[in-house]
DNA sequence: CGTTTGATGCTCT
DNA sequence: GAGCATCAAACGG
């Protein structure tokens, strides 16, 4: 069990992100394994938030790593991204599912429609929804315990051989295989990579 | 099963 | 005003 260091996330999102599988997610009383990730850059990156440069939203995606990028979008969900990169550098790896691991009362509460526990975390919106994500979330220092999150190794390794495929629900940069999950996991989003 | 569609409001041009 | 790093319900075979 230990806290990953602020170097591991120091360095491109497409480095981090297969790396970043099977680590462990900590909020407020749930807690879950991260099996599915995507990657985002900035300029080069036409799917990318940050590929028109700096705006108020995506400042923090210029920032320092291992803070937390929290965006809202279709007028109703939020999602998670961890910042990576040097600082000035647009970089950043969207949480798109994790295994719970506990406190599944909690997101139980927090997702009512919810009948299937493998449902409850099965998507970026989804986990952002059962963690308790949202705006307040945006630009805390997930390595300073900002929140009570926390990102933890308990161990378990990255996969050798993760299932690598195109990222989820782009128009432009759709092409890129930024998109990571462990495989053999039910609880990813679809379609499966 | 698989595919389609409505919900709903922020962000940037 | 257009588009959106989505989800769940409704529909069809």
Redo the contacts with the bound molecule.
């Keep these: 069990m230990r806290r990953l260091p602020r170097s591991f996330f120091a360095r491109p999102g497409t480095e981090v992100a297969p790396e970043l599988l099977n680590k462990v997610l900590v909020a407020p009383g749930v807690r879950g394994r991260i099996v599915e990730v995507?990657a985002?850059m900035g300029a080069d990156d036409p799917?990318?938030?940050?590929h028109?440069g700096p705006?108020?939203?995506?400042e923090v995606?210029f920032g320092r790593a291992g803070h937390l990028?929290v965006?809202?979008?279709?007028?109703?969900?939020w999602?998670v991204?961890i910042v990576c990169g040097e600082v000035g550098v647009a970089s950043?790896v969207?949480l798109r599912a994790v295994t719970p691991l506990g406190g599944l009362d909690v997101m139980r509460v927090r997702?009512p429609?919810?009948r299937r526990d493998v449902?409850l975390c099965?998507?970026?919106?989804?986990?952002a929804a059962a963690f308790g994500f949202d705006g307040a979330h945006d630009g805390i220092d997930a390595l300073r315990n900002g929140a009570g999150v926390r990102i933890i190794d308990d161990g378990t390794p990255s996969p050798a051989r993760p299932a690598n495929g195109v990222?989820?629900?782009?128009?432009?940069g759709a092409d890129l295989p930024w998109r990571w999950a462990v495989p053999g996991v039910a609880d990813i989003?679809r379609p499966r990579p």
């Design positions: 995507e985002y799917g990318s938030h940050a028109r705006t108020p939203r995506t995606m990028y965006y809202f979008t279709y007028g109703m969900h999602c991204n950043a969207l997702r429609k919810v449902d099965s998507g970026p919106a989804k986990l990222r989820v629900g782009l128009t432009h989003s």
